[in-house]
């Protein structure tokens, strides 16, 4: 396997040819063992010759644990929480390390090999706490009770597998799903019903916006099969808190909900706010109905084209 910790180390395997080149020929070069779940790995240590970081060798029966037994060693000596990251290029499925829980997943590359791989791999892999995908491949299909959607926190950019049943069908907190299409103002219809009755029981908050669609929703398509209340400051503050993980830009604020539409669940009471343009579909859950205000991060930017400067409003960060 072929890995790296951005700037730190680099490990691989003594047959692995994209590396040949950096083998290590010095007899002398620092061996380490390395014991994780009781097996025993043996590797040598020589330095990149051009980057200046150590390269990790192993063979290559061990290729898919080594990554993990650094990882473990590392969180030992610092006293550091072992939380599981890993950036994963799916094309290189076959070098992912040996291991069917993963907190943290965000995916770089736009493609696999082949799309059936792209679904086994979630229903093998748990994503716990946050999942970041895009693009995978043109032809994939994911079940709609697929794993994936267990995931607390999902990012998506171009995923145009994913649907408004997925998303109902979603367990975690959080949701952002840009540059889709297939989502209209029926499936909004469908998700708001099945909220409604109950669903998505954890839901804090989703955004379904840049759609592929210049008229995908239409919001008075949706206006007539709800009884949307406007604002109520008696009942919800003004502002809403961003709790997403996956960073999001916009031209509008997002957060100001002063002027949205509001719907209350019978089964448990909770409000939910509902904004709707032709390209978005936002939607808000308050379980803290009076949340600390936070005002958004306006950021100036500037068009490449025409040189003109305008505001824009910046939510979340990567988180790694």
């Known amino acids: 396997m072929n890995g ?14 994209d590396t040949l080149d950096l083998l290590p020929i010095d007899s002398e070069n620092q061996s380490i063992n390395y014991s994780y779940n009781g097996m025993d790995i043996e590797c040598r240590i020589s330095m990149h010759p051009t980057k200046g970081i150590p390269v990790i060798w192993c063979d290559n029966k061990h290729k898919n644990i080594l990554p993990l037994a650094i990882h473990h060693s590392i969180c030992q000596v610092f006293n550091l929480i072992d939380t599981i990251q890993i950036y994963v290029e799916f094309r290189e499925l076959s070098d992912f390390p040996k291991i069917n829980r993963v907190d943290n ?19 093998k ?21 697929s794993k994936l959607l267990l995931t607390k926190h999902l990012g998506c950019d171009g995923c145009f597998w994913l649907t408004m049943n997925h998303l109902m069908n979603f367990n ?48 008075s398509i949706i206006q007539k099969n709800f009884n949307f209340k406007p604002w109520d400051p008696k009942k919800r503050g003004s502002r809403f808190t961003y709790t997403a993980l996956y960073p999001h830009v916009s031209k509008t604020d997002i957060l100001d909900c002063t002027n949205a539409m509001d719907l209350e669940r019978k089964t448990d009471n909770k409000l939910a706010t509902v ?22 991060d306006v950021r100036l930017g500037k068009d490449p084209k025409t040189g003109e400067e305008f505001h824009y409003y910046s939510y979340g960060k990567n988180q790694f």
Do not use: C, H
Request: aromatic share 16%.
């Open 105 to 123: 997943l965000r995916e770089y590359g736009f493609f696999v090999d082949k799309a059936e791989d792209y679904e086994d791999f979630f229903e």
């Open 172 to 219: 975690g907190k959080t949701v952002v799903n840009k540059r889709t299409r297939g989502i209209n103002s029926y499936g909004v219809i469908d998700f708001l019903n099945n909220w409604m009755k109950g669903g998505n029981p954890n839901l804090e908050m989703m955004l379904i916006v840049e759609t592929l669609s210049s008229n995908a929703f239409d919001a």
């Open 275 to 296: 904004k709707i343009e032709k390209e978005s579909f936002i939607f808000f859950v308050w379980n803290d109905p009076f949340p600390i205000s936070v005002l958004s």
């Open 4 to 17: 790296k910790t951005i700037g730190m180390m680099l490990w691989t395997s003594y047959d692995t040819k």
């Open 125 to 145: 892999v748990e994503i716990t706490n946050y999942l970041q995908v895009s693009y995978p491949y043109a032809n994939v299909r994911i079940k709609e009770d």
